[in-house]
């Protein structure tokens, strides 16, 4: 019975006396904030960098802009995102007057972009270039090759590898809370040093990730079935 006695106890401290709640439902809706659209980020600025470094492949221009994309990825790859987190937002932006989600948006969506160029690009690889070849001979323009023939293939071949990409990312928000933004880890961190007892904080916070991560699973195979029926 007193086992029982604590739980509610802890619970309620944890999440109901002081409206403490509101820190984890501020901490879900920063964690999405920033997931999503640092996913359209990395989307939009990977394929751009893709798109660089392939085209340079094939028709060998834009080269040193295939060296910056290069130098990029090598840089974002080979850094912690943390440590990217905090050069954003201690160095590049500490004396401009930015909301701090901004910060943490724009730093996983640049961190993302170089891992989703890298997708993108090996799926761009993964198709033969007899396509491409035979494109040509039809008059097709090398972005209306890659709009109309290479990249519906190549969305279903990359989508397992993006998911997992997706997955990450939403995860390594939890790095967020290192410059303060009160994200899920740093909400359920705020209300463990008020109570102290780290056992509902943490655990809510890990069913919480879980639950989003077995949407963003289940998402991707739906859409992964939408693409083979289409295909099919």
Do not use: W
């Not at 705020?190 to 943490?202: A, G, H, M, N």
């Amino acid at each position: 019975m007193n086992f029982f006695n604590n739980i509610g106890d802890s619970f309620y401290k944890s999440f109901i006396y002081d409206d403490r709640y509101l820190y984890f439902l501020e901490g879900i809706k920063n964690t999405l904030i920033i997931a999503f659209f640092a996913v359209l980020i990395g989307i939009f600025l990977g394929m751009i960098i893709s798109l660089i470094k392939d085209y340079n492949k094939e028709k060998n221009k834009l080269k040193i802009l295939t060296k910056i994309c290069d130098f990029y990825v090598y840089v974002i790859r080979g850094t912690p995102v943390l440590l990217q987190l905090m050069i954003l937002y201690y160095v590049v932006f500490k004396t401009v007057d930015i909301p701090i989600v901004l910060v943490g948006v724009l730093t996983f969506g640049l961190n993302s972009a170089a891992y989703v160029s890298e997708i993108i690009r090996s799926g761009i690889l993964s198709i033969g270039n007899g396509q491409k070849e035979a494109a040509k001979t039809l008059g097709l323009s090398y972005f209306q090759t890659m709009r109309y023939v290479i990249f519906p293939q190549v969305l279903q071949n990359m989508l397992p590898a993006l998911g997992n990409e997706f997955i990450t990312l939403l995860k390594d928000t939890s790095v967020a809370g290192y410059i303060g933004i009160v994200e899920l880890l740093k909400a359920s961190d705020i209300v463990s040093s008020r109570t102290y007892d780290y056992f509902f904080p943490l655990i809510v916070s890990a069913l919480i990730y879980l639950f989003f991560t077995f949407l963003l699973v289940r998402f991707m195979r739906m859409l992964e079935r939408k693409l083979n029926h289409v295909r099919s």
